[in-house]
Each structure stands twice: as C-alpha cells, then as structure tokens.
C-alpha cells in the first residue's frame, strides 16, 4: 500500500516557466511532509519541509502549499532554472516517529 | 563538513555471494536508516535505529538481509545470499529526529549493488 503518492512521474519545462509536483497522503496521523531534491549519482537532500500549522511556506523559488482537508500538498518552482534538473520526493512523517515515507519521484528536466 | 559517508559506492558480484554495505553516520546524530532507490518502487524504508538500538525492519525481507549498528560511528546491511533483484542503490541516511526544527534526514551518496 503506497501512503503517499506522488505526480506527475516526470516533467519537461522551459526556463523561467513554473514546475509544479504534486503529492497525496492516507495517513492523518502525518505532521510532518518534506520535500527532497536529487542530483543523479547524489543523495537525497532536503529542500523544503512544512507542518500542517500552516498552509503554505516560502523559501526563494520553491513553496510547499498545504491542503489539509484534501490530504495533499504540492511544490511549486518558480522561475525553474536548468540547475532545478534533479528528481524531486515529496514524503511524509509523523511525531513520535523518525520514519519518512517517500513518494516515487518525479524527474524534472528544465530546458534552456 | 559532517557528512554521511558510505562504502563501497559501487559493487558488482554473483548471485549468491555476500555483500556487505557500511555507512558512517554523522557524528552526534542519533538515528540511522537504510532506504532502497529502484526506478520502480522509488525509496523504499529497510530498516532503522535510533540509539543503536534497531526499531523498525519490517521492509526489509528478513530471509537474507540483515542490518546492524556495532557502534554509534558504524552500520552495515548485509545481504546473504545476494539476488538479481537486490540490484539497486542503497542509501544510508542519519539526523536527530522529525521533532527538530528541521527533521531533517542527511543522506549518504549510495551503494550501487548490482548483482549478475
């Protein structure tokens, strides 16, 4: 059982264009849904995290929008840029555990 | 710069032998966890330890894989006998818990396992 879903799979934009991926959760018990950003033959990194106390969060190009009642939250990237090119996991934790529960990814090619 | 080392970044060998993966988690961190990235099934949760002590591992099939923490700067998956299906990266990741203010998990740069 996948707890938490993540689309598109994949996505081609232009430079300057906005990318957005979008992700759904099962579980209410989540509070706790990170974003991380990989670079082929790299980890995982965080990027951008949000708890469900507010409905969206803002850190330079990327914001994280929160959707309580409809268990979904997405990442926005404005002005995507050619060094965005990564694969990107939404994921999802909740207190009292360290576990994370990611999504499968979604490769993001931005064009020049 | 603390990071989460891991070796051997890449290993090839035959169905049936032994592998055994090692991370150095960062110092002072106080959660490992070891996670599968196959283009089908994405990152998928092994196993994970919080103090050394083992609390979940319930993802990992426990016929042949095995994860340890002898002491707080050493973990190790070990795979006994080794599949075709195992083929993936491996990733080893530590941090201190969701409850901090970032939760965030630091990720080493992988195993690459592919098993003829």
């Known amino acids: 059982q996948q707890q938490v879903k993540q689309s598109p799979q994949s996505l081609i934009v232009q430079k300057g264009g906005i990318s957005i991926i979008n992700c759904a959760y099962e579980?209410?018990?989540?509070?706790?849904f990170p974003w991380y950003q990989q670079f082929p033959g790299k980890g995982p990194a965080l990027l951008i995290a949000?708890?469900?106390?507010?409905s969206e969060k803002k850190e330079g190009r990327f914001t994280i929008s929160f959707n309580k009642s409809a268990k979904q939250f997405s990442l926005h990237i404005m002005d995507s840029q050619p060094g965005d090119s990564a694969t990107y996991f939404c994921?999802?934790?909740?207190?009292?555990?360290?576990?994370?529960?990611f999504g499968k990814g979604m490769k993001l090619t931005v064009n020049p | 710069d603390a990071r989460v080392t891991q070796t051997p970044r890449h290993k090839v060998t035959e169905m049936g032998q032994e592998v055994t993966m090692r991370c150095q988690p960062i110092?002072?961190?106080?959660?490992v966890f070891w996670y599968r990235q196959t283009m089908m099934q994405g990152l998928e949760l092994l196993a994970y330890?919080?103090?050394?002590?083992?609390?979940?591992d319930s993802g990992m099939p426990k016929d042949r894989f095995s994860a340890e923490m002898p002491d707080a700067t050493l973990a190790t998956l070990k795979i006994q006998p080794s599949e075709p299906r195992d083929s993936a990266v491996y990733f080893c990741?530590?941090?201190?818990?969701?409850?901090?203010?970032?939760?965030?998990?630091?990720f080493g740069e992988g195993s690459r396992l592919t098993v003829l």
């Open positions: 990741a530590s941090g201190l818990g969701l409850q901090t203010s970032t939760g965030e998990l630091f």
């Open positions: 579980n209410t018990a989540f509070d706790y």
């Open positions: 949000i708890r469900p106390d507010v």
């Open positions: 994921a999802a934790g909740k207190g009292g555990s360290e576990k994370l529960v």
């Open positions: 110092l002072g961190h106080n959660t």
């Open positions: 330890f919080r103090n050394r002590a083992p609390l979940d």
